[in-house]
């Protein structure tokens, strides 16, 4: 039997030949107009475990959006590892700015450019392909229990349902996530924690229809300007959120983490003119970066619509105006108590004449995890094998739903992904650094190996 290394080297190749046809499918929960190819994602996904040997392979609780959920040949004795991962991806709009199309994987300087490449399709196949590695001869030296929803970018709304009506789903010894990236080029990570989110559109009414701003202009109420109005009042210029109570769950980490945060290697300069490509950085500047990324609430505006944005001009008084925003939550925020502050905050701002709604799309808690204990161990040893450094544990700003409830029966959830943080998730251009993915087989492979 080959060793891990020895498969990773021979059978390149045909590993990226069929990433690639995993990532030729457009699977974008976030768009109803995408359910089918959502589907034939998690078939796909389905038939590949089946051929590698899974038992028991099936498309559980979606039409559109299944989990899938196989098991490895069953190994008495041994441990049960949950591999959780993604087959879903965002939008990969704005398409002009791709150079590639986003559902072509294209290769350059060693990169492969394609929706999906990292976030998530590219980080779980590495464990599936390290699955097949390790289960060459038919008798893996664990068991594997994969996981692997189409729903993660709206949510995991099915993939909770499951979990809810099947517990013993995750009743495993450890669960293994990749889906974070390592913390630069080098430096394998551990995330000990993710923020959670709160997703709302708030949508503002001022007048029974449009109007001509020059015969109203001066007295009707202008939908667009109310809601600039509100959102403006919901965040200091300093960076402080103007949310009431929003502050009060929010615990600061540790001086311990803190301290090792501070021995990262970081440029802030580098970070902000390369990575942000800014010429400031905003927010709380009293915190350092690593505390506003990880360990503080954000209030984002994602986009605003109504009135006119057309060619030319248009002389009108907008009745509606509607904007999309969300805030990231950190540990001990909680996705429900934030809503309500965030709805009772915008009704107590808003003007009497206008008519404001706030309406939730999708979320999650912020979760801790515990990164210490012997599978962690096992997979520092690997890191150190092959990446010649063990993982450093850090957070991320991120979400991830599903987390929580993975380690609802006990099982410590160990999230290392090995991403590179310029891989461009959800932006265009996504791309995985191909010897990160061929890395990914040989750790992951050696990881279930040692386990
Ligand atoms: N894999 C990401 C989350 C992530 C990325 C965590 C990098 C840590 C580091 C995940 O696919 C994601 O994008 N999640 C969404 C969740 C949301 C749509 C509910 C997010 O964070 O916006
Ligand atoms: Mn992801
Ligand atoms: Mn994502």
Do not use: E, I, S
């Given at each position: 039997m080959p060793t891990v290394d020895e498969f990773t080297r021979e059978q390149q190749d045909r590993l990226l030949e069929e990433l690639n046809d995993l990532l030729r499918i457009p699977s974008v929960s976030t768009d109803p107009n995408h359910a089918r190819d959502c589907r034939t994602a998690s078939e796909w996904v389905a038939d590949h475990l089946k051929e590698l040997g899974c038992t028991s392979v099936e498309l559980k609780a979606s039409d559109t959006h299944p989990v899938v959920v196989a098991d490895g040949p069953v190994q008495p004795g041994k441990p049960t590892v949950l591999v959780y991962g993604h087959y879903d991806v965002q939008p990969p709009d704005p398409l002009d700015l791709w150079e590639s199309p986003p559902f072509e994987p294209t290769v350059r300087d060693g990169n492969l450019y394609a929706r999906g490449a990292t976030d998530d399709k590219g980080q779980v196949f590495s464990i599936i392909k390290a699955f097949e590695a390790v289960s060459q001869g038919g008798s893996p030296p664990v068991n594997v229990r994969f996981l692997i929803e189409g729903q993660e970018e709206s949510g995991s709304g099915i993939l909770f349902g499951l979990l809810e009506r099947e517990p013993e789903l995750v009743d495993v010894d450890v669960a293994l996530v990749a889906d974070t990236p390592y913390y630069a080029p080098g430096w394998p990570a551990v995330e000990t924690g993710l923020r959670g989110l709160c997703y709302a559109e708030i949508t503002v009414r001022t007048l029974k229809g449009d109007l001509h701003s020059g015969l109203y202009g001066g007295v009707a109420p202008n939908a667009h300007e109310t809601l600039v109005q509100i959102l403006s009042q919901l965040k200091s210029p300093k960076g402080r959120i103007k949310i009431p109570g929003l502050y009060e769950a929010v615990a600061r980490p540790s001086k311990q983490e803190r301290d090792a945060w501070a021995s990262l290697p970081f440029k802030q300069q580098n970070f902000m003119r390369h990575e942000v490509g800014s010429r400031e950085l905003t927010g709380?500047?009293?915190?350092s970066v690593f505390e506003r990324l990880w360990a503080l609430p954000t209030l984002d505006i994602h986009g605003i619509s109504g009135g006119f944005t057309g060619e030319g001009a248009k002389t009108v008084i907008p009745a509606v105006a509607s904007a999309k925003v969300s805030l990231r939550l950190v540990p001990n925020q909680k996705e429900k108590t934030v809503q309500r502050q965030l709805k009772r905050a915008v009704k107590a701002v808003a003007p009497k004449y206008a008519d404001v709604s706030v309406d939730f799309i999708h979320g999650a808690d912020p979760v801790l995890v515990d990164a210490t204990g012997p599978y962690m161990t096992l997979l520092d040893d690997a890191f150190r094998e092959i990446e010649g450094r063990g993982i450093v544990p850090i957070r991320s700003g991120g979400s991830i739903p599903i987390v929580p409830a993975l380690g609802q029966k006990g099982a410590p959830v160990i999230l290392s992904g090995i991403g590179l943080p310029d891989d461009g998730l959800h932006a265009p251009n996504e791309k995985i650094a191909i010897d990160q993915f061929l890395k990914g087989v040989r750790v992951f492979g050696r990881f279930f190996q040692k386990m």
């Open positions: 709380l500047t009293r915190y």
